[in-house]
């Protein structure tokens, strides 16, 4: 089985690490369903010149993939 978890994040000043944050606790909310790989993706800050959406993904547990961002 898979999942998809979303979070839109509109005019409410957040970091880029509470919102990495928020999609790793909805990731591990859905965890039940298989994990036999896990990913996210986040949008560049705006205004940036590299402002381009970063993909990270890992196989396995999510914990696989808090580690990797993380560590």
């Given at each position: 089985?898979?999942?998809?978890?979303?979070?839109?994040n509109?005019?409410t000043?957040?970091?880029?690490?509470e919102?990495?944050?928020?999609?790793?606790?909805?990731?591990?909310?859905?965890?039940?369903?298989?994990?036999?790989?896990?990913?996210?993706?986040?949008?560049?800050?705006?205004?940036?010149?590299?402002?381009?959406?970063?993909?990270?993904?890992?196989?396995?547990?999510?914990?696989?993939?808090?580690?990797?961002?993380?560590?």
């Amino acid at each position: 089985m898979c999942g998809i978890f979303a979070y839109l994040n509109f005019l409410t000043p957040k970091t880029r690490s509470e919102i990495i944050d928020v999609l790793i606790k909805g990731l591990q909310r859905m965890e039940y369903r298989g994990y036999d790989s896990a990913g996210i993706g986040i949008g560049g800050e705006p205004g940036c010149p590299d402002d381009e959406t970063v993909l990270i993904r890992k196989a396995g547990k999510v914990s696989n993939l808090a580690e990797s961002i993380k560590g």
